[in-house]
Each structure stands twice: as structure tokens, then as C-alpha cells.
Nanobody, 114 residues
Framework: VQLQASGGGLVQAGGSLRLSCAAS????????MGWYRQVPGTQRELVVS???????RYADSVKDRFTISRDNAKNTVYLQMNSLKPEDTAGYYC?????????WGQGTLVTVSS
């Protein structure tokens, strides 16, 4: 399974970005998908996850600002990020769980200027 992430970039504080992550390859049944983020020198942290049934879990720091959605037919997950803050600046990494394995995208950089 390969994951292709896109949509990162530079935005001013208060602005919005939309990330996408599309899975391809030998897909049988993807369970959870979601996004982590990481600032260099720190641990990767979970931002949000979504099950195949649509249940979501958000980090407290992004609740009410970020929204995850998923198109199971396209094996794609989206992350709408609103009211961005400088502290949201990080590399964002999507993932997909299939069976016992977790697959990762290549990461997309989000930079929020103050």
C-alpha cells in the first residue's frame, strides 16, 4: 500500500489549508486512517484519526479547528485545517492501517506564519 499526501504549504495565522492522502496498491480493507504531525526534534503526535465507519478522534489542540473526512470508495482521507496557528507548523504524515500493518505517507509540510 502506498500513501500519497498533498496540500501542505505556507499560510498566515488564521488561514486554512486542506490536506489530502490517497491510498493505492494492494488494498483489501483499510481500517483506521489519520494524520500525525512532527516538529523536528520532537515526537510525532497524533492529530486525528478516522475509522472506516467514520468515527473520529481529535487531539485536544485541534478540536473545533480541524475536520477529518474520508472517502472509502477512493481510499482517500482529507484534513480541513481552519484557524491555523503558528504552533500548527509541522510535517504532517498520513497513515492507513490494513490488517496488522500501518502504512505511512511521505509527509507534507505545513508552515503557519504569525
Amino acid at each position: 500500500v502506498q500513501l500519497q499526501a498533498s496540500g501542505g504549504g505556507l499560510v498566515q495565522a488564521g488561514g486554512s489549508l486542506r490536506l489530502s492522502c490517497a491510498a493505492s496498491g494492494r488494498i483489501f480493507s483499510i481500517n483506521d486512517m489519520g494524520w500525525y504531525r512532527q516538529v523536528p526534534g520532537t515526537q510525532r503526535e497524533l492529530v486525528v484519526s478516522i475509522t472506516s465507519g467514520g468515527s473520529t478522534r481529535y487531539a485536544d489542540s485541534v478540536k473545533d479547528r480541524f475536520t477529518i473526512s474520508r472517502d472509502n470508495a477512493k481510499n482517500t482521507v482529507y484534513l480541513q485545517m481552519n484557524s491555523l496557528k503558528p504552533e500548527d507548523t509541522a510535517g504532517y504524515y498520513c497513515y492507513a492501517d490494513q490488517g496488522r500493518f500501518r502504512y505511512w505517507g511521505q509527509g507534507t509540510l505545513v508552515t503557519v506564519s504569525s
